[in-house]
């Protein structure tokens, strides 16, 4: 938060501003004028014994003066006012107080306190001099009237009016140097800010403008501003937003608002706005720069995004509609290839019942991959809704498996289970937990040479249903690893990516997050993978209530629960 510049109480001090030299130079010359009075004095005759030493007294702070040529600081400058206060006292008290010819030599420390210059020195200058002249008193009572010296008296205090008049006038040119500063100051800062690129407003909370400063934008004149405030100058709708801004700055947080100027409404501004509190009360201030470059920018990704969502939407639309399109006719050419190739109708020669099994495979396959196609459209287009039910877990990963059993034994991989001897049961799609471990068996079929083995472990952790297919297959390589799970995405070779879409595992992981679970892949490149499926599904039971038996409570689910 900007705060403004506070007076300082304390004494004008400023070593690098060029003083030092005339105060020193004025403490010199008090410090010769006092030396000569006493000499001069004592040769004519008529000031000796302690009067003498009273004049000698005020030699000292004159030559304590001059140090301020080596150092100068606030507490230098009142320890030697210190000085003039202790010598004025010893100079009273010697020459008869009051009533003696040195009496004006009690003003000398005011005088001192006004050429150091600042407040706290003149203060205690005037306190020194009440303390020399309480002295003075003292010493004209306890040791009665001073010496008859009037032309003593004359000259100290023709010294003292002096070395008082030299005093102002060195603390006015001190004066007139700090003004000269302050106003070079002033003048630098004015330039700094009439110098910046953007607007900076000085306002009151209603909004009105007390200053600016910086280069407006052309579409927001400042006069204007001046004559009927920030608020005025924006466009209806977008005032509340400004409004909301300058409340948050006033209570302390930073606002910051977009609005459009009311007479350049194809135009954007932005404004950011602090809370500033100087000597006349709170008050606001506000940046504001030309900000249509970042808003046509905006207002263009907002465009291409909604362009992106309803392209998308078209294609998953397309590919639904494909997919329901193409099923029908595929369905015939399965069934008619299937009757040829159990030959129902009669015999066919080797070839056609050859070329009748490659048709059937080939539907098969491009049955499989359209299924896949439409689960991938609906869970995209957030159609795709979970039928809950339960069931026992070891049933459905069962079913899975035999369906890939035949596959698995006829290349020559060893398919083995780890299912626990009691019901696991769970609250979830079953049709969805069927597909994404056929999945997951079907894709290790597939990479797991002949002499491999895969293995389906099933567990229930707690609230938790885990699926661990392992198989002993090629492998994956790690920068593999992170792209696997989006759609159409495949790892290894170019003879292994013949063998699949890559839609098997993304369909597994959107089949696992609908269920509020997750999919983990860990693979070693040439030694295998294992792929764990983690869902929140499984059932657990309470202790048996009193009258026997356990009571089943499902867990929170997502996607459908």
Do not use: C
Not at 10 to 35: I, S
Not at 86 to 96: T, V
Not at 107 to 133: D, K, N, S, Y
Not at 220 to 248: K, T
């Amino acid at each position: 938060m900007i705060q403004p510049a506070r007076p300082d109480p304390g004494p004008a001090v400023d070593p690098d501003r060029g003083d030092r030299p005339a105060l020193a130079a004025w403490h010199a010359g008090w410090a010769v004028a006092a030396a000569l009075l006493a000499l001069g004095g004592r040769w004519i005759g008529g000031v000796d014994g302690p009067v003498f030493y009273g004049v000698l007294a005020m030699v000292v702070p004159g030559l304590t003066g001059l140090g301020l040529l080596r150092r100068d600081g606030a507490g230098e400058r009142m320890l030697l006012l210190g000085v003039w206060g202790l010598a004025a006292f010893l100079s009273a008290a010697m020459s008869g107080g009051l009533t003696g010819p040195l009496t004006g030599f009690v003003f000398l420390p005011l005088a001192a306190g006004i050429a150091l210059g600042g407040t706290r020195p003149v203060q205690a200058g005037a306190l020194a001099v009440g303390l020399a002249a309480v002295a003075g008193l003292l010493s004209a009572w306890l040791g009665g009237p001073g010496p008859h010296l009037p032309a003593l008296a004359a000259i100290s205090a023709l010294l003292t009016a002096g070395a008082a008049a030299l005093a102002v006038r060195l603390s006015w040119r001190q004066r007139e140097r700090r003004l000269e500063t302050a106003e070079a100051e002033a003048a630098r800062i004015e330039t700094l800010l009439a110098a910046q690129p953007g607007l900076m407003l000085v306002l009151e909370p209603s909004g009105r403008v007390v200053a600016a400063y910086g280069a407006p934008p052309a579409y927001l004149p400042v006069d204007p501003l001046f004559e009927s405030g920030l608020v005025a100058a924006v466009h209806a709708p977008d005032r509340p937003r400004v409004l909301g801004a300058m409340e948050r700055a006033m209570g302390g947080h930073d606002g910051a608002a977009l609005f459009a100027p009311r007479m350049a409404l194809d135009r954007r501004a932005q404004m950011i706005v602090r809370r500033l509190d100087d000597a006349s009360g709170p008050r606001l201030v506000a940046q504001i720069f030309d900000g249509t470059a970042q808003y046509a920018r905006e207002l263009g990704l907002e465009v291409a995004r909604n362009e992106a969502e309803t392209r998308e939407a078209g294609k998953t639309r397309f590919l639904a509609n494909m997919s329901h399109e193409l099923r029908t006719p595929l369905n015939a050419v399965l069934g008619f290839s299937d009757i040829m190739r159990q030959r129902i109708f009669g015999p066919l020669p080797d070839r056609y019942g050859e070329y009748a099994e490659n048709i059937h495979q080939a539907g098969g396959h491009l049955l499989d991959l359209i299924n896949d196609l439409l689960d991938v459209a609906k869970i995209e287009a957030e159609r795709y809704a979970l039928t809950l039910e339960r069931f026992d877990a070891r049933e459905t990963v069962s079913a899975a498996m035999a369906l890939v059993r035949v596959n698995a034994d006829d290349k020559g991989v060893t398919l083995s289970s780890v299912l626990p001897a009691d019901p696991v049961e769970v609250s979830a799609d079953r049709r969805a937990l069927k597909q994404l471990t056929l999945n997951l068996l079907s894709n290790a079929v597939k990479f797991t040479p002949s002499g491999g083995t895969i293995t389906v472990t099933v567990e229930a952790i707690g609230p938790y249903l885990e699926v661990v297919v392992a198989d002993t297959g090629v492998g994956i390589a790690p920068e593999d690893v992170r792209r696997l799970g989006r759609p159409f995405e495949q790892a290894g070779e170019i003879e292994q990516r013949r063998q699949g879409t890559g839609l098997g595992l993304s369909l597994v992981r959107a089949f696992a997050e609908l269920h509020g679970g997750r999919m983990s892949i860990d693979s070693t490149l040439g030694e295998g993978t294992a792929v764990t499926v983690r869902l929140p599904v499984a059932l657990v039971a309470r202790a048996p209530a009193p009258e026997g038996g356990a009571e089943i409570i499902p867990m929170p689910m997502k996607g459908g629960a």
